[in-house]
């Protein structure tokens, strides 16, 4: 007779690690987010000043974002948002779902310490505490809380920073988070761009086991990380259906309108306008929607979408880059909120303020309305103008001869190993000026006998210009960048100065402690930097004065006189270009932008290199401002311009 074994738990420990054992094959739980919210979540005061059970439907745009973050077939989703969107409830929402029924290692990603310790203190614990399966099922027989890691059966959830390489080199995670990317550092101690490593991190796991998703609110056009996300997806706006005409729109703060105060009245906050009588304006139509009828435009604007490549209904959002389907990304203006805290009333006395303060020349408040309001990066005033638009700016005059109010001639060049970049500037009165002339020519820089060397001579001081009035112009002053080849610039430099004593040495003034620097000046007699000063002493020993140029103030004076082209009317300090047959013209000089530098201590604005782009023009047309200062143009008298007249129109 066989005996039967029987076995006995009476250790607590043991019956509980039993149980732990069986309740990781438990079936998983079939439910959405939008289902795990509404059935599940209860917004306690500490979290919300919405109290009671949760309602997804509040800000019904995010629906399919919702069904996105649940859809194993999407990889990575990116949001490009303002704020008061609801971001936050929804990320707490699928982090809660994916705890509670497919639990796995999750990683979410600030770009410092404190942002990762506030997040976890005000919305991750309030939120794992008031809602009782996340409590029942997170930290047990934990001894010590931490609150950047909380463990649970089939996984963990830990909180990390991107400012260092251990945390973007971590283990593998299969769902992986990133708070506001924008202040992520660009490159950890040479390590590489912190969100491709932790893209890294995720290679083992194939598609439809792991998840990207990051959002934030983007800051400078060009440089923003979110920005640059959202670009390379399929690029999804919501359209709200117009109860007047039925056409959809994306929904944008452009179209906020307010009425001027009546009798002439001007308030002290906002001037001639009246927030309180702010409307939205079809763009189609032209017809007027209250709030109300917005957040209704948006329930109907529901009904209209695409269907995705997974067999999804879209729900209003309609993508600008249909065929790319590996990232979702979605742009998300404060104007999606149904709720409240974003009615047309506020919006329009925050976009009031942000234009009251620009006109001032204080573009502080229009970047956080660009960047929180309408979830978009800023650009600068100066610098926001691309190429496509500076092309309508384009006069009508030939290319390489002097127009008639052209008077006197500068260049300026800039050099690379392979090239000369140089533009030919006309100047004239009241601080006008035209470009005859932008080229590159190539050849072997580096080899002081390389033809290139005497065609730039050629070119700039030796030849003589064609003028409108039939006779010639020789280019009374050069000034060429000595930054780079700089023995081989200072040997040029003083050969040509035996032909033209005004051909200048110059080197730019980048550092962000002298941005503020004058575009001329003459330079000191000694140098503190110890680089700097090397290089003068290879200069005068060579018999070459170097003179400084201050690189981010030309640049930002070229630009705000290129702008001046968008007023007919303005006949003072404009700077005129034509259509060049070389080419590029327009993409190199609007090729940066006015940023502010975050990992420079000093907190100016600087002018920054796009990525990809190139900006020789710039630097040429810098180099002939310099040029035009070093000779003094802008002082010149009325009897100096009329003697110039003279010459070229009198027989």
């Not at 990762?116 to 009782?132: C, N």
């Not at 390489?400 to 140089?422: E, S």
Request: hydrophobic share 35%; aromatic share 12%.
């Amino acid at each position: 007779m066989a005996k039967v074994i029987e076995r006995k738990f009476k250790n607590t420990s043991e019956r509980r690690f039993i149980g732990q054992l069986f309740s990781l094959f438990r079936p998983a739980i079939r439910i959405s987010t939008i289902e795990w919210a509404e059935t599940y979540r209860v917004m306690t005061s500490e979290e919300s000043h919405f109290m009671g059970k949760f309602d997804c439907n509040l800000i019904p745009a995010l629906e399919y974002i919702y069904n996105c973050c649940d859809n194993r077939q999407i990889y990575v989703i990116v949001a490009m948002k303002g704020s008061q969107i609801g971001w936050s409830e929804l990320t707490n929402n699928v982090i809660g779902r994916t705890i509670h029924t497919n639990p796995c290692k999750m990683q979410w990603a600030f770009p410092a310490l404190e942002p990762a310790k506030v997040y976890s203190r005000e919305k991750l614990k309030p939120f794992f505490e008031g809602t009782k399966v996340l409590r029942d099922l997170i930290n047990k027989n934990v001894p010590k809380e931490s609150f950047s890691y909380f463990k649970f059966a089939g996984g963990f959830f830990k909180l990390t920073t991107l400012g260092s390489i251990s945390a973007a080199k971590t283990s593998s995670i299969p769902f992986i988070g990133v708070e506001e990317p924008d202040d992520v550092k660009d490159d950890v101690k040479g390590q590489g761009d912190t969100l491709e490593n932790l893209k890294g991190r995720q290679k083992s796991f194939p598609k439809g086991f792991k998840k990207l998703l990051y959002g934030g609110t983007p800051t400078d056009k060009d440089f923003s990380r979110v920005e640059s996300g959202y670009k390379q997806s399929n690029q999804l706006v919501f359209k709200a259906c117009c109860h007047h005409c039925g056409d959809l729109s994306e929904l944008s703060t452009d179209n906020i309108k307010y009425d001027e105060y009546q009798d002439r009245y001007i308030d002290e906050i906002y001037g001639m306008y009246n927030p309180n009588s702010a409307y939205y304006e079809c763009p189609h139509c032209f017809g007027h929607w209250t709030f109300e009828e917005k957040n209704k435009n948006i329930e109907e604007g529901k009904k209209h979408g695409f269907t995705d490549f997974t067999g999804k209904f879209s729900k209003g959002w309609h993508p600008k880059k249909p065929e790319v389907t590996e990232n979702f990304g979605f742009h998300i203006p404060e104007l999606i909120s149904t709720l409240s805290s974003s009615t047309f009333v506020e919006l329009a006395e925050r976009k009031i303020l942000a234009d009251l303060a620009l006109q001032r020349g204080n573009e502080g408040l229009m970047k956080s309305f660009r960047n929180n309001s309408d979830g978009l990066p800023y650009a600068s005033g100066i610098s926001s103008l691309e190429p496509e638009e500076m092309k309508l700016l384009r006069s009508n005059y030939p290319e390489g001869v002097v127009p008639m109010d052209g008077l006197v001639l500068t260049a300026g060049v800039d050099v690379q190993d392979n090239r000369f970049a140089y533009v030919i500037r006309a100047w004239g009165r009241n601080n006008n000026s035209w470009l005859v002339k932008w080229e590159e020519i190539f050849g072997n820089v580096l080899d002081e006998d390389d033809p290139v060397w005497q065609e730039l001579t050629d070119k700039l001081v030796t030849a003589s210009i064609p003028h409108t009035s039939g006779k010639k112009l020789n280019i009374a002053a050069v000034s060429i960048d000595s930054a780079d080849n700089t023995e081989l610039v200072y040997h040029w430099v003083r050969k040509m100065q035996e032909y033209n004593p005004q051909v200048f040495a110059t080197k730019g003034v980048r550092d962000l402690r002298w941005s503020d620097d004058e575009i001329y000046r003459e330079p000191a007699r000694v140098e503190i930097d110890k680089n700097t000063q090397v290089r003068r002493s290879l200069a005068e020993t060579m018999g070459i004065t170097v003179f400084p140029l201050g690189a981010h103030r030309a640049h930002e004076e070229i630009l705000r006189s290129l702008s001046l082209n968008t007023n007919k009317d303005i006949k003072k300090n404009v700077y005129y270009f034509n259509e060049q047959s070389y080419g590029q013209y327009e993409e190199q000089m609007v090729s940066c932008r006015k940023i502010i530098d975050v990992n420079s201590s000093y907190n100016k604005s600087v002018f920054k290199l796009i990525p990809g782009k190139r900006k020789e023009a710039m630097d040429a047309e810098k180099n002939a401002l310099h040029a035009s200062r070093a000779i003094g143009i802008r002082n010149y008298t009325h009897a100096n311009w009329q003697a110039i007249e003279n010459y070229l129109y009198r027989n």
